[in-house]
T-cell receptor
Framework: GENVEQHPSTLSVQEGDSAVIKCTYSDSASNYFPWYKQELGKRPQLIIDIRSNVGEKKDQRIAVTLNKTAKHFSLHITETQPEDSAVYFCAAPRNTNAGKSTFGDGTTLTVKP | SAVISQKPSRDICQRGTSLTIQCQVDSQVTMMFWYRQQPGQSLTLIATANQGSEATYESGFVIDKFPISRPNLTFSTLTVSNLSPEDSSIYLC??????????????FGDGTRLSIL
């Protein structure tokens, strides 16, 4: 089955700095890589995703890069703001008959003003 | 996207009882899933709810403990049976729209916070 490792587990940055979170996966058949943000007491929400046919995708201050050869993808947040503080989860789901949605363990990002 | 209503938002139950959680979506969706999230932990998939047939359970989860129904394309229930303190957790439903499975963004309900006395 799929194994997703996410690092770091906690990350503290100063407001305005950049934050990078990395995930590695094991199943080469995975072709869709989303990132979810979960604020305290709230539901997880998709913030950006990437498919295997591209290497990078950007949306304002957020970007995701994918290296299929090395089987890892990363979330990049630039010019961080206090409202970016949350838990971030990567996922590397694989579409199989049995179904499998594997999430990373999460990264708690704290942006200090 | 879809508007997902999950009920109840929280409950406190006695050991040995059962709790049924409902997930209602305002539009037809492709797939519906049930997750468990323990405090400070990641999301663990319990099962995929299949319309009109038995749910597909992940390793470690069984139908007797977590019976699931999905009578149509917009509604599903998860029952947590024979409750024990280890079942204290947040349970979330999620849906995908379009596509054929996990290759689409998931939209989550607000979750049900379950505590067992």
């Amino acid at each position: 089955g799929e194994n997703v490792e996410q690092h770091p587990s906690t990350l503290s940055v100063q407001e305005g700095d950049s934050a990078v979170i990395k995930c590695t996966y094991s199943d080469s058949a995975s072709n869709y890589f989303p990132w979810y943000k979960q604020e305290l007491g709230k539901r997880p929400q998709l913030i950006i995703d990437i498919r295997s046919n591209v290497g990078e995708k950007k949306d304002q201050r957020i970007a995701v890069t994918l290296n299929k050869t090395a089987k890892h993808f990363s979330l990049h947040i630039t010019e961080t703001q206090p409202e970016d503080s949350a838990v971030y989860f990567c996922a590397a789901p694989r579409n199989t008959n049995a179904g499998k949605s594997t999430f990373g363990d999460g990264t708690t990002l704290t942006v200090k003003p | 996207s879809a508007v997902i209503s999950q009920k109840p938002s929280r409950d406190i139950c006695q050991r040995g009882t059962s709790l049924t959680i409902q997930c209602q979506v305002d539009s037809q969706v492709t797939m519906m899933f049930w997750y468990r999230q323990q405090p400070g932990q990641s999301l663990t998939l319990i099962a995929t709810a299949n319309q009109g047939s038995e749910a597909t359970y992940e390793s470690g989860f069984v139908i007797d403990k977590f019976p699931i129904s999905r009578p149509n394309l917009t509604f599903s229930t998860l029952t947590v049976s024979n409750l024990s303190p280890e079942d204290s957790s947040i349970y979330l439903c999620s849906v995908t729209i379009g596509g054929s499975g996990f290759d689409q963004p998931q939209h989550f309900g607000d979750g049900t916070r379950l505590s067992i006395l």
